[in-house]
């Protein structure tokens, strides 16, 4: 058996100070914020994620917002009228079908990224963040883990409350969140789609053979 892992689009890098203000004022009124990148779909776990969210703004008491990036699901819908009655739907916005080059930015600004999902496999929006310079909050015991090789926070994605207390973490840990961002360096180096390209190659040569 051979692993071959997804690539990451090198498109993704950091951007300037100028660039992380322009996109702050454009999408959350110039305020700091985390981003949930992928599907917005209530079985990528994002129910948690809100209630998560609350926790977070009571406890901190910040203008911090929580950023949902990609396309609507079907079931967006039931999702929206969860959200009317959310204490803290002001502070939450969804951004859904925006090309590469916004989506970029819109990683590139963000304090951090959050990835709750439960079933997943490779997420590429965990790697994409890490290679734009923005830490990482992923799922303990996923695919996530194992890619990321410490390079980021892990949650107990079911619950609630210890995804909060890792954005708090994260939030007041200036040192942890620089620290997080340099250990993905070397990390997301070693996804691209040139050797995923090579590692097939490699696969298929050894099979015919």
Request: hydrophobic content about 40%; aromatic content about 10%.
């Amino acid at each position: 058996i051979d692993v071959v892992f997804n690539g990451v689009n090198e498109s993704f890098q950091p951007i300037n100070d100028e660039k992380k203000l322009a996109i702050k004022n454009k999408y959350s009124d110039g305020k700091e914020y985390f981003v949930y990148v992928g599907a917005i779909h209530p079985a990528n776990n994002l129910l948690n994620l809100l209630k998560a969210f609350s926790v977070f703004k009571k406890r901190q008491q910040t203008s911090t917002k929580l950023v949902l990036a990609g396309k609507l699901a079907l079931t967006y819908y039931s999702f929206k009228e969860n959200l009317k009655s959310y204490k803290y739907r002001n502070d939450i916005v969804v951004i859904h079908d925006v090309e590469e080059n916004e989506l970029i930015k819109i990683t590139g600004a963000a304090y951090g990224l959050i990835n709750p999902s439960l079933y997943q496999g490779v997420a590429s929006s965990v790697l994409q963040a890490m290679r734009c310079d923005v830490p990482v909050i992923t799922a303990a015991g996923s695919s996530m883990q194992e890619i990321t090789e410490g390079a980021a926070l892990y949650i107990d994605a079911n619950s609630h409350t210890d995804i909060a207390d890792k954005m708090m973490l994260l939030y007041k840990d200036e040192n942890l969140r620089k620290e997080l961002i340099q250990k993905g360096k070397p990390v997301v180096d070693r996804y691209s789609w040139n050797k995923t390209a090579d590692l097939l190659w490699q696969t298929i040569i050894k099979a015919c053979k």
